[in-house]
Protein backbone atom coordinates (compact mmCIF):
# COMPACT_ATOMS: atom_id res chain seq x y z
CA UNK A 1 0.00 0.00 0.00
CA UNK A 2 1.34 3.22 -1.20
CA UNK A 3 0.61 6.75 1.06
CA UNK A 4 1.08 9.70 -0.59
CA UNK A 5 1.39 12.78 2.43
CA UNK A 6 2.40 15.98 0.83
CA UNK A 7 4.01 14.78 -2.69
CA UNK A 8 6.18 12.55 -0.13
CA UNK A 9 6.21 8.85 -1.05
CA UNK A 10 5.60 6.94 1.98
CA UNK A 11 5.98 3.40 1.62
CA UNK A 12 4.62 0.91 4.48
CA UNK A 13 7.37 -0.08 6.13
CA UNK A 14 7.40 3.42 6.88
CA UNK A 15 4.14 3.56 8.64
CA UNK A 16 4.30 0.87 10.75
CA UNK A 17 7.50 2.48 12.26
CA UNK A 18 5.95 5.71 12.42
CA UNK A 19 3.01 4.42 14.58
CA UNK A 20 5.00 2.12 16.88
CA UNK A 21 7.32 5.43 17.34
CA UNK A 22 3.59 7.18 18.37
CA UNK A 23 2.63 4.03 20.53
CA UNK A 24 5.98 4.01 22.42
CA UNK A 25 6.07 7.43 23.08
CA UNK A 26 2.47 7.40 24.63
CA UNK A 27 3.88 4.52 26.64
CA UNK A 28 7.07 5.94 28.35
CA UNK A 29 4.36 9.32 28.40
CA UNK A 30 2.16 6.94 30.91
CA UNK A 31 4.87 5.51 32.56
CA UNK A 32 6.81 8.50 32.94
CA UNK A 33 3.40 10.28 34.91
CA UNK A 34 2.92 6.55 36.85
CA UNK A 35 6.23 6.46 38.27
CA UNK A 36 6.28 10.34 39.39
CA UNK A 37 2.57 9.66 41.12
CA UNK A 38 4.36 7.25 42.70
CA UNK A 39 7.32 8.55 43.66
CA UNK A 40 5.11 11.78 44.30
CA UNK A 41 3.11 9.63 47.06
CA UNK A 42 6.25 7.80 48.70
CA UNK A 43 7.21 11.90 48.95
CA UNK A 44 4.20 12.23 50.75
CA UNK A 45 4.34 9.66 53.38
CA UNK A 46 8.25 10.71 53.77
CA UNK A 47 6.55 14.42 54.79
CA UNK A 48 8.51 15.81 51.90
CA UNK A 49 7.78 19.44 50.39
CA UNK A 50 7.51 18.62 46.60
CA UNK A 51 5.08 19.21 44.41
CA UNK A 52 3.57 16.67 42.25
CA UNK A 53 5.36 19.37 39.34
CA UNK A 54 8.55 19.26 41.15
CA UNK A 55 8.58 15.50 41.26
CA UNK A 56 7.55 15.43 37.57
CA UNK A 57 10.21 18.08 36.35
CA UNK A 58 13.24 16.12 37.95
CA UNK A 59 11.99 12.80 36.87
CA UNK A 60 12.52 14.39 33.36
CA UNK A 61 15.48 16.22 34.03
CA UNK A 62 17.01 12.92 35.28
CA UNK A 63 16.17 11.46 31.84
CA UNK A 64 17.78 13.72 29.80
CA UNK A 65 21.47 12.20 30.47
CA UNK A 66 19.77 8.63 30.09
CA UNK A 67 18.25 9.72 26.30
CA UNK A 68 21.36 11.07 25.22
CA UNK A 69 23.46 8.44 25.88
CA UNK A 70 21.36 5.92 24.19
CA UNK A 71 21.32 8.50 21.34
CA UNK A 72 24.86 8.26 21.44
CA UNK A 73 25.35 4.79 21.35
CA UNK A 74 22.56 4.28 18.57
CA UNK A 75 24.23 6.78 16.42
CA UNK A 76 28.18 5.66 16.90
CA UNK A 77 26.73 2.00 17.16
CA UNK A 78 24.52 1.95 14.08
CA UNK A 79 25.71 4.86 12.48
CA UNK A 80 28.97 5.39 12.22
CA UNK A 81 31.48 3.14 14.08
CA UNK A 82 29.92 -0.18 12.73
CA UNK A 83 32.97 -2.13 12.96
CA UNK A 84 34.49 -1.17 15.89
CA UNK A 85 34.12 -3.28 18.77
CA UNK A 86 33.47 -1.05 21.83
CA UNK A 87 31.23 -2.18 25.41
CA UNK A 88 28.66 -0.32 24.69
CA UNK A 89 26.95 -0.10 27.71
CA UNK A 90 29.34 1.77 30.16
CA UNK A 91 28.25 5.03 27.59
CA UNK A 92 24.23 3.67 29.05
CA UNK A 93 25.76 3.49 32.33
CA UNK A 94 27.49 6.66 32.58
CA UNK A 95 24.24 8.31 31.41
CA UNK A 96 22.35 6.13 34.42
CA UNK A 97 24.69 7.52 37.37
CA UNK A 98 24.21 11.17 36.15
CA UNK A 99 20.71 11.23 35.57
CA UNK A 100 20.47 9.33 39.37
CA UNK A 101 22.85 12.79 40.64
CA UNK A 102 20.23 14.52 39.31
CA UNK A 103 17.41 12.35 40.60
CA UNK A 104 19.01 12.80 44.24
CA UNK A 105 19.90 16.14 44.24
CA UNK A 106 17.00 17.42 42.50
CA UNK A 107 14.86 15.51 45.65
CA UNK A 108 17.29 16.66 47.93
CA UNK A 109 16.64 20.50 46.72
CA UNK A 110 12.85 20.85 47.07
CA UNK A 111 12.48 17.94 49.65
CA UNK A 112 15.01 20.36 51.82
CA UNK A 113 15.60 16.68 53.62
CA UNK A 114 18.51 14.44 54.30
CA UNK A 115 19.84 11.75 52.01
CA UNK A 116 18.85 8.52 53.53
CA UNK A 117 15.21 10.30 53.11
CA UNK A 118 15.84 11.32 49.50
CA UNK A 119 17.18 7.55 48.92
CA UNK A 120 14.06 5.98 50.03
CA UNK A 121 12.01 7.79 48.18
CA UNK A 122 13.79 7.39 44.57
CA UNK A 123 14.12 3.48 45.97
CA UNK A 124 11.56 1.99 43.68
CA UNK A 125 13.52 3.07 40.61
CA UNK A 126 16.96 1.93 42.02
CA UNK A 127 14.92 -1.70 42.94
CA UNK A 128 13.99 -1.38 39.26
CA UNK A 129 16.93 -0.47 37.41
CA UNK A 130 18.96 -3.34 39.60
CA UNK A 131 15.91 -5.51 38.75
CA UNK A 132 16.95 -4.89 35.01
CA UNK A 133 20.97 -4.99 36.10
CA UNK A 134 20.15 -8.51 37.56
CA UNK A 135 18.14 -10.39 34.79
CA UNK A 136 20.91 -9.16 32.57
CA UNK A 137 24.44 -10.27 34.93
CA UNK A 138 22.10 -14.01 35.08
CA UNK A 139 21.26 -13.98 31.36
CA UNK A 140 24.88 -13.47 30.54
CA UNK A 141 26.22 -15.94 33.03
CA UNK A 142 23.70 -19.02 32.06
CA UNK A 143 24.05 -18.18 28.19
CA UNK A 144 28.21 -18.35 28.85
CA UNK A 145 27.37 -21.48 30.58
CA UNK A 146 25.73 -23.13 27.73
CA UNK A 147 28.28 -21.99 25.38
Do not use: C
Not at 45 to 63: E, N, Q, R, V, Y
Not at 116 to 130: A, D, E, F, K, Q
Amino acid sequence: MTVYFINVYLSNSFTNNFLDFLVATMMLLFLGTLFSLILHKINIWLKGTASFADTFSILSHATIPITISLMVIFFSKYMFLKEIYFNWSIIFYIGLTIGFKILIQGFLKYNHSEYSRTVINISPIILLYLGFFGVRIYDAYFNYLVI
